[in-house]
T-cell receptor, first 115, second 110 residues
Framework: DSGVTQTPKHLITATGQRVTLRCSPR?????VYWYQQSLDQGLQFLIHYYNGEERAKGNILERFSAQQFPDLHSELNLSSLELGDSALYFC??????????????FGAGTRLSVL | EDQVTQSPEALRLQEGESSSLNCSYTVSGLRGLFWYRQDPGKGPEFLFT???AGEEKEKERLKATLTKKESFLHITAPKPEDSATYLC???????????FGTGTRLKVLA
């Protein structure tokens, strides 16, 4: 067990809908990272938060947004969902921000199916 | 462009048959290279991190090595429970990005 908690494990929804994925980092970790993993692609970095502030943004669609709350948990919001958004979404956490030598520890993921 | 390539894509070994997985990378400057293991439907599990050429790390049947262009994950006398996808990730200096390879799917047969 990595100590990173993601909920829900599975999510089934319809096109056009909006969903929220939740992540609780390991105790003591200030950074949260979100990734998308599709069948035909590797892990794609979406966004990084450190201690409540956005620190880096990757290939994240404008329909997607995230935030990190004062208790350090994070939420990834996906709206106007399309079939192609079906994927595994992973959250990872680390002690420091990306500028430091960090090891990212991953949660078990949320499997999103858009029908 | 920063890039990570893993080979082979898939590997089948008999139990006890040692082999190596390769991770080739192209980055402007290496901050760190990371190996993860991923079981189906689960999140990547951290194995090793390497920071400079010549560095080696070892854990049970696994040994990771690093050169200026590539990293190898050596698996000695594998067991069926070593079956998984092994992912390599690279972080370049001065960038937030972890660039992941697409992985090597390892199957160890009893």
């Amino acid at each position: 067990d990595s100590g990173v908690t993601q909920t829900p494990k599975h999510l089934i929804t319809a096109t056009g809908q909006r969903v929220t994925l939740r992540c609780s980092p390991r105790s003591g970790d200030l950074s949260v990272y979100w990734y998308q993993q599709s069948l035909d692609q590797g892990l794609q970095f979406l966004i990084h938060y450190y201690n409540g502030e956005e620190r880096a943004k990757g290939n994240i669609l404008e329909r997607f947004s995230a935030q990190q709350f004062p208790d350090l948990h994070s939420e990834l919001n996906l709206s106007s969902l399309e079939l192609g958004d079906s994927a595994l979404y992973f959250c990872a956490s680390s002690v420091g921000s990306w500028e430091s030598k960090n090891i990212q520890y991953f949660g078990a993921g949320t499997r999103l199916s858009v029908l | 462009e920063d890039q990570v390539t893993q080979s082979p894509e898939a590997l089948r070994l008999q139990e006890g048959e040692s082999s190596s997985l390769n991770c080739s990378y192209t980055v402007s400057g290496l901050r760190g290279l990371f190996w993860y293991r991923q079981d189906p439907g689960k999140g990547p599990e951290f194995l090793f991190t390497l920071y400079s050429a010549g560095e080696e790390k070892e854990k049970e049947r696994l040994k990771a090595t690093l050169t200026k262009k590539e990293s190898f994950l050596h698996i000695t006398a594998p067991k069926p429970e070593d079956s998984a996808t092994y992912l390599c990730a690279v972080q370049a200096s001065g960038t937030y990005k972890y660039i992941f390879g697409t992985g090597t799917r390892l199957k160890v047969l009893a």
